[in-house]
């Protein structure tokens, strides 16, 4: 009895995610926690624990990813997010 092995295909994580982007928040002096924590719970569908580390995220670092996908999928959620006042852009 003779073992193959399978083969393994050779692709960069770049190849693998295809048509992903990010959806990427930015800090601002103006928006309050409570208003940012909501935004995303209701915007980029987080639980109310992810928005609180993104929302702490995003204070301390001054920017994080808060939501992937597509383009078709992030485009209204990114004009939701500015609609609300925040600061965000897609990558």
């Known amino acids: 009895m003779s073992v193959k092995e399978k083969e393994k295909k050779d692709f960069s994580v770049d190849e693998a995610k295809g048509d992903e982007h990010q ?3 930015y800090n601002d002096d103006f928006n ?3 208003h940012v924590i909501e935004t ?3 915007v980029c569908d987080h639980t109310p624990l992810q928005a609180e580390q993104c929302t702490l ?3 301390y670092k ?3 990813s808060v939501k992937s996908g597509t383009l078709l999928d992030l485009k209204p959620r990114l004009k939701r ?3 609300a006042n925040l600061s965000a852009e897609i990558i």
Request: with cysteine.
């Open 32 to 34: 309050t926690f409570d």
């Open 57 to 59: 995220i995003v204070h």
């Open 23 to 25: 959806i990427i928040l």
């Open 81 to 83: 997010l500015i609609d």
């Open 62 to 64: 001054g920017k994080c």
């Open 40 to 42: 995303l719970i209701n």
